[in-house]
Each structure stands twice: as C-alpha cells, then as structure tokens.
C-alpha cells in the first residue's frame, strides 16, 4: 500500500518530474500476461545522434533484405538489458561509436509486433565503423548532410531526425529518460485531467485499496488489438464515464519505468501517460460542464487539485503537448 504520508499532489509532481515509482494495483486488466522479450513482445531502440554540424548518424546496412542502404542506428532490445544499454549497445555495434542519451524523443507502436524508443543522444566516444570493419551488423557508418541523395531503407525515420532538431533547437520539454523500476507487465499509468470553466483542474483516481492514480493494463497477445496502448486507455476511461459525452486525448508520456533485469518477470513497461477529458460540443448543451463528467464506476473518483504551482506545471505539458502536434516537441506515443 502507497505511503498515507505521500500525497496525491507529491504523486503528480513526482511523475511530471520524469520520475515513478512502484505499481501496485491494476484498475483496467484486459489480460495480466506477463511480458517476456523477444517471446511475445518486441521492443525497438533507435538513436538520433547529431555531429556539430547537425548532420545525422547513419549506419549501412548489412542484411539480405535491405543490403547497402541506410537507417539510423535501431535494432530489437536483447534480454536482460535496460532500454538505455540496448540503445547504447546498437549504437555502437553499428557505427562504432559509443554514446550517452540526451532525452527520450518518442515512443512508437504496431500492436503487439514492437514498441519502438528513439533517443535523442550523443558521441562519448568510439571510432565511426569504416568498410574494413563491416561485420553481420552493418557495412560502415556515416554523417549524413541530410541533404545529399542517399538510398534510405525507409522513409519513417525523417520524422524521427526532424524531431531530433525540433528538440535541440527549442527544448519545450525537461530531458526524460526511463526510471529503473520494474514492472512485470506492459501498462499505464494515467494522469487523466479535466479543466471545467472556471479553470480549476480535476484529476481521475482509483479508489482501490488507497486513492491513486488509476492504472490500465495493455495486453501482449497476437489477438490484441492493432493499436494496444491506445485501446487500454479507451478501455478504462469506458468503465468510467459516457464516453458519448467527452472526448479523450492522450497527449504524450512524461516517462517511463523499465528494469528488464529479471526476463521474463520484469520485462514490462509503465508508461507515465497524460490524458485530457473533454466535453463533446453536442453534449455541452445537455450536461453541467461547471463540473467533471459523470463517473459511472465506483472504481473512480474526481480530485480538485489546489496547489496552484502543481496545476500551473500540468497545464504547461497540456500546452507543451498541443504544440507537439504541430511541432514535435514533447515524448509522445504514436502507432
């Protein structure tokens, strides 16, 4: 049980500060699967490295499928190791240099085939891989002008080195980097927020065994569906509210907490997720929007924040996450 001495506020805080801690009870469960790596789920690193002339890190790859052609540094995490070493250990068996993370740029799905990190990060060290050195990894390594023609494997990393530069130029969120906490299954912690109009900010809690706030599991399984992290929100805002009446937006992640260090029991994830609840302007006419949406569950409560420095600082990440959809500025989850 969460520490009666520890208050919702210093919760909210601790998570808005990229920071976690421990899960203990679970308010939406599609399925409690425990997550094992490489067994049924995958997990991608991918690193965005800059030279001082912002050309991006590149590696050639050296597999059948896609010979010779380029993508930035990325491969599928190994067992027993955290995301951060995964993304180190990528870089350096594909282009030779070693690196130290800057910040967690995005998080990316596709349903139960991979969840993907990208990394902001840069050169600690190490020496570019050349031809003479291509191995089962890759052919050789490169700063690329972004510019110059190059034949790319694929085009999906152009947003993720547009991100990249969005972040070093106009830094809109702290650095956030995954907490060592483990988690044996895959799921979410939500902080869900609705501003009613007199502008004070209302979070959802669980009730549970204390009040906190509310977790929702996210399933592994082929049978899951394509979009799993998305699908376990809307599965638990649907036990608690009319979901004809509000809209729900997830807005992006302020972290993440990962340890990996036991496969196969904790391999799971906890993703730290924003949520903002919305009246729908149809429903505005027929609901008392004075007030959060009416609970449906007594699973669940609303709680008033008063500290007006704690709902100053989630109102800037609703702000800063707004503007990432247009300009790419915050961690967010996309499939």
């Not at 919702?8 to 790596?37: C, H, L, P, T, W």
Request: aromatic letters at 8%; one cysteine or more.
């Amino acid at each position: 049980m969460m520490d009666s001495s520890v208050t919702i506020e210093d919760r909210v805080e601790k998570i808005i500060n990229g920071d976690g801690f421990a899960v203990q009870e679970f308010d939406s469960a599609y399925e409690m699967q425990s997550v094992a790596i490489r067994k049924n789920t995958c997990y991608i690193v991918c690193a965005v490295i800059f030279n001082e002339k912002n050309d991006v890190l590149m590696m050639q790859e050296a597999k059948p499928s896609c010979y010779q052609q380029w993508y930035l540094p990325a491969g599928r995490m190994e067992e027993n190791e955290s995301i951060v070493e995964g993304m180190r250990r990528e870089v350096r068996e594909e282009s030779g240099l070693d690196c130290e993370p800057i910040t967690l740029l995005l998080v990316q799905e596709n349903g139960p085939q991979w969840i993907r990190f990208t990394f902001l990060a840069q050169v600690s060290g190490g020496s570019m891989k050349t031809t003479a050195e291509a191995d089962e990894e890759s052919l050789q390594a490169m700063w690329w002008d972004r510019v110059s023609s190059l034949p790319l494997r694929a085009r999906d990393i152009l947003p993720l080195i547009e991100a990249g530069l969005r972040y070093k130029e106009m830094t809109c969120f702290p650095p956030t980097l995954p907490v060592d906490t483990p988690s044996h299954v895959l799921c979410q912690r939500l902080i869900v927020t609705f501003t009613d109009t007199n502008r004070d900010l209302w979070l959802l809690l669980g009730t549970g065994k204390d009040l906190h706030l509310p977790v929702t599991v996210s399933g592994v399984g082929p049978s899951e569906r394509s979009c799993y992290l998305a699908f376990a929100v809307r599965r638990l805002m649907k036990e608690c509210m009319p979901l004809s009446q509000v809209s729900v937006k997830t807005q992006g992640i302020f972290g993440l907490q990962h340890h990996g260090k036991d496969p196969g029991k904790t391999d799971g994830i906890c993703f730290n997720t924003l949520i903002s609840v919305e009246y729908k302007l149809e429903a505005v006419a027929v609901v008392h929007t004075e007030a959060p949406p009416a609970l449906e569950s007594e699973k669940f409560r609303w709680y008033k924040v008063d500290d007006p420095g704690l709902k100053a600082k989630v109102e800037q990440r609703l702000v800063s996450s707004r503007c990432k959809r247009t300009e790419g500025t915050v961690p967010s989850t996309q499939n």
